[in-house]
């Protein structure tokens, strides 16, 4: 099931950006986001209202957990939204080349956590992971740009010279590597694999309106064509959560982390089906290599 769920949540993810790039282009990256978050807690609200999922912990849960479950359920919403606008600056400031392996690679972070607190995994799971990470990197670089992304990255980390967003994609990076780690080791045990995603989301929605509000950027609701993608970005991003959590509950964080990080490679296969962009031969082998990895860690 931890690979099901891992699969799903890239799919997901993947099909999640392809909408939000449109709704991007026409309201804007940011509005665009707090509008996101707002319709997905709106829809996740609804699920929990009306669904008898057994994996979908009771509401009453929330009052039953502990002082130091909330702690953390709390800490996941608030590592959430700054990697998340730590990734979103990332991309307005630097090189989409430089930032976007970097903010891909938050994985390598969650295996190393989940290791050290006592995960095991299989040889041939783990050669399997080291080679879907390499993949992901190889497929998420735009074209003609890995030499140019790793010199710029290299003179980042050597002090010489700091390109502009590096310093976002890390902290985007070392966020979501956290997280992820929160949520498998310190939440999904006490709260399931739904609720926190709904409480990750009430967080987000709340200070992000907030935030608005106070720089005088209420967002204004959108007309027109723009709800369908919208609406689907939002019920697509907000399954890809909950498959991921849901995962995570499974015990095997890495794995599952590793593959729900693929949506960077669906999401560049999703372009080159439908939107006509042209992949180099290093991004096939990057898919390539995706799927080598994949197949290893099912085995």
Same mark, same amino acid.
């Given at each position: ?12 993810w993947?099909?999640a ?57 709390? #800490?996941? +919403? ?8 730590? *990734?979103?600056? !990332?991309?307005?400031?630097?090189? $989409? =080349? &430089? ?13 190393v956590?989940a ?11 783990g ?9 992901v ?45 929160v ?6 045990? #006490?709260? +399931? ?8 989301? *009430?967080?987000? !929605?709340?200070?992000?309106?907030t $935030? =608005? &509000? ?16 919208l ?35 669906m ?33």
């Open positions: 099931m931890a690979i099901f769920f891992g699969l799903l949540a890239a799919f997901a993947a099909g950006d392809f909408f939000a790039r449109q709704v991007a282009r026409r309201i804007g990256a940011y509005r665009a986001f707090v509008l996101m978050q707002c319709v997905g807690l709106i829809l996740l609200s609804l699920y929990l209202s009306f669904a008898r999922d057994p994996h979908a912990t009771s509401l009453a849960a929330l009052w039953a957990a502990t002082r130091r479950d909330w702690r953390w359920a709390l #800490a996941a +919403g608030l590592l959430n939204i700054a990697a998340s606008l730590s *990734l979103y600056r !990332a991309f307005a400031v630097g090189k $989409l =080349a &430089l930032v976007t392996p970097i903010s891909a690679s938050y994985p390598a972070l969650t295996v956590l290791l050290a607190s006592g995960e095991r995994l299989k040889t041939t799971a050669c399997g992971i080291g080679i879907v990470l390499a993949g990197i190889l497929a998420v670089v735009p074209r003609g740009n890995l030499a140019n992304s790793a010199s710029a990255a290299w003179r980042a980390r050597s002090g010489t010279a700091m390109e502009r967003g590096v310093g976002w994609a890390l902290a985007a990076a070392l966020g979501f590597g956290v997280l992820f780690w949520l498998g080791f310190r939440v999904t045990g #006490a709260l +399931g694999g739904v609720l926190p995603v709904w409480v990750i989301r *009430l967080m987000g !929605a709340t200070l992000l309106l $935030l =608005a &509000l106070r720089r005088r950027r209420q967002p204004v609701l959108p007309r027109g064509g723009i709800w369908p993608p609406v689907g970005s939002a019920l697509l991003d907000t399954t890809a959560f909950v498959s991921n959590t849901l995962g995570l509950t499974t015990g095997h964080v890495s794995v599952v982390t590793v593959l729900a990080s693929l949506f960077g490679a999401a560049v296969l999703l372009a080159w089906l439908f939107l006509g962009e042209r992949l180099s031969g290093r991004q096939w082998l990057g898919i390539v290599m995706i799927l080598a990895g994949v197949a290893l860690v099912s085995i």
